[in-house]
């Protein structure tokens, strides 16, 4: 599990593992606790976690104030609830069909 967090020092937007109790800002060299941070999301995957504070972080560099408002934390926390799932679903459904074409190569029970 991973989370986006934002670093104290210089507002650098990144992702780190859920597991690291302390943080080093790969941008400034700040280290902070990661329960005492600003975090926005957490994620499953880091390639997502990446990705998503990528694009946090260069929405924020263009902005007088490095802050989300409460109604974009809103958005960003609907928005990859509903990927997640999307991901969650296609990846039963792929589990299911080759669950589906085991059984049927080995029983020969869906010819």
Known sequence: MYTIVK???????FAVSR?????????????????ACTS???CEY????????????????????PELTP????MLRRDYQEF?????????VQKTEVLETDKKDEYGLFE
């Open 19 to 35: 597991e690291q109790p302390y943080i080093i800002c790969p941008k400034c060299g700040c280290s902070f606790r990661r329960d």
């Open 46 to 65: 880091r390639t997502v976690a990446v990705e998503i504070a990528t694009r946090l972080d260069e929405l924020i560099r263009g902005r007088s104030t």
């Open 40 to 42: 926005y999301l957490d």
């Open 71 to 74: 109604e974009e934390m809103g």
């Open 7 to 13: 670093c104290e020092g210089c507002t650098r937007i």
């Open 84 to 92: 997640y799932q999307k991901c969650v679903e296609e990846h039963s």
